[in-house]
């Protein structure tokens, strides 16, 4: 497409992303934001997020992992922010449910992915941090690792500026029809790309609505032990627990250990406050006894209430509105997308501006359910 006037609706990682990608291909692009980008309310807050490629046997998202991770490094060079720590994730395998892990594995050596495989004892020495109880195997990626997610956006603002992208902010609504509109007017541009996260579900009620579900995160951030470096980024890393519903981050910059026991929860994504729940603070507590003994007693310092939009099949939604041509959708995170940012927000550039058409899995639908062992994140 020659040059063209380009809007992007929602300055989370999706919508960031795509702006970025866009102004580097020298269009136009006006992002709009209802909040400042980087806020609280907004998926893309806190301090981290888990890049890994662990992702079963879906071929597609772990190459997009792997490109991420490079893409973030260059990131990280261009902004001169720190914004990714490898650490590593380790991914525990519960006994007698191991099928996804299982397949990953496979999918790891069939694209030569770098990993180690460790059994129970093996993970007593050497990630000491973790009682294995219940746990088959462990599958450790040492190119895996956190990326400084709310810093990633406040620098990723920055760039998008620098590169001539204009932010602005203002709440875009939609018509009868579905039409995105501001302040009463239609949304005019070559290009209008709508990466307003979980809400975009009631923006468009007929269109989006029907194929996502909002959850509620809580996540709990932890003291590390008085005295003690070994639940640092430096000494421990990220994990997932898919036994027990869990996952989480070392203690970074002094945030602590955050742990996250995903509990669905009711969120009313704009009258909420975000303070955590009770029922979860126990439940998370319990899952700390369990399966990081060393945190026992350590007292939780800081913590987040959030929520991330699940489409039926945890596949992304990128795809041209029905009636509305110029207007491209893009999110539906599924609990995955931040990972993914700088390589999800080229592949929105390069379908909005028609270098290639939509996958099938990111078409808005029908979707069906996948069972855990066929899903991209084993959900
Ligand atoms: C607790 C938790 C842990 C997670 N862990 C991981 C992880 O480890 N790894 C990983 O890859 N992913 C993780 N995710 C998922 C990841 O954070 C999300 O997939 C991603 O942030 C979604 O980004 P988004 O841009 O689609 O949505 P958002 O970040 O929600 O951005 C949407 C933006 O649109 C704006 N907006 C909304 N409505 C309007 C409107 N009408 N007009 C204008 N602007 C509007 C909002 O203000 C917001 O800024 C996690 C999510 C949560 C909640």
Redesign the pocket.
């Known amino acids: 497409m020659p040059h063209s006037e380009t809007i992007v609706?929602?300055?989370?990682?999706?919508?960031l992303m795509t702006a970025i990608s866009l102004a580097r291909r020298g269009h136009g692009v006006t992002l709009?934001?209802?909040?400042e980008?980087g806020?609280a309310?907004?998926?893309?807050?806190?301090y981290n997020?888990?890049?890994r490629a662990i992702h079963g046997r879906d071929h597609f998202y772990t190459r997009w992992a792997r490109d991420a991770r490079l893409r973030w490094l260059e990131l990280e060079q261009e902004t001169g922010a720190k914004l990714y720590y490898e650490c590593g994730t380790l991914i525990l395998a519960t006994e007698g449910h191991c099928h996804w892990e299982d397949d990953t594995a496979a999918t790891f050596d069939a694209l030569g992915v770098p990993y180690h495989r460790y059994s129970a004892d093996e993970i007593r020495a050497f990630f000491p941090q973790f009682d294995p109880r219940n746990v088959s195997y462990a599958l450790y990626e040492p190119e895996a690792g956190m990326i400084m997610?709310h810093r990633a956006l406040i620098a990723g603002v920055a760039l998008l500026r620098s590169l001539g992208g204009k932010v602005r902010r203002?709440?875009?609504?939609t018509d009868a029809s579905e039409r995105p509109m501001l302040d009463g007017k239609p949304l005019e541009a070559d290009l209008v790309v709508i990466?307003?996260?979980?809400?975009m579900a009631e923006?468009f009620p007929r269109t989006v609505k029907p194929l996502t579900t909002v959850v509620g995160?809580n996540?709990l951030y932890t003291s590390t032990p008085d005295g003690s470096e070994a639940f640092d980024q430096t000494h421990m890393p990220c994990w997932i627990d898919h036994g027990e519903g869990s996952?989480g981050l070392p203690s970074v910059e002094g945030s602590g250990v955050k742990a996250?026991v995903v509990i669905p929860d009711q969120i009313d994504l704009d009258n909420d406050e975000r303070l955590i729940r009770q029922k979860t603070l126990a439940r998370t507590r319990r899952y700390i006894d369990k399966r990081l003994p060393g945190l026992t007693g350590q007292r939780v310092v800081d913590s987040?209430f959030?929520?991330?939009v699940m489409t039926p099949d945890t596949h992304f939604i990128i795809d041209f509105h029905p009636e509305h041509r110029n207007v491209l959708l893009a999110?539906g995170?599924?609990?995955?997308?931040?990972?993914?940012g700088p390589v999800f927000g080229d592949f929105v550039a390069g379908i909005g501006l028609g270098d290639f058409g939509t996958p099938d899995r990111f078409r808005l639908g029908p979707r069906r359910k996948l069972s855990p062992a066929e899903s991209p994140s084993g959900r």
């Open positions: 609706a929602g300055g989370g990682i999706a919508g709009i934001d209802r909040w980008p806020h309310r907004a998926s893309s807050s806190d997020r888990v890049i997610a203002g709440r875009v609504t990466a307003t996260g979980p809400w923006m995160v996540v996952f996250a987040k959030n929520q991330i999110g995170c599924s609990g995955h997308l931040f990972k993914h």
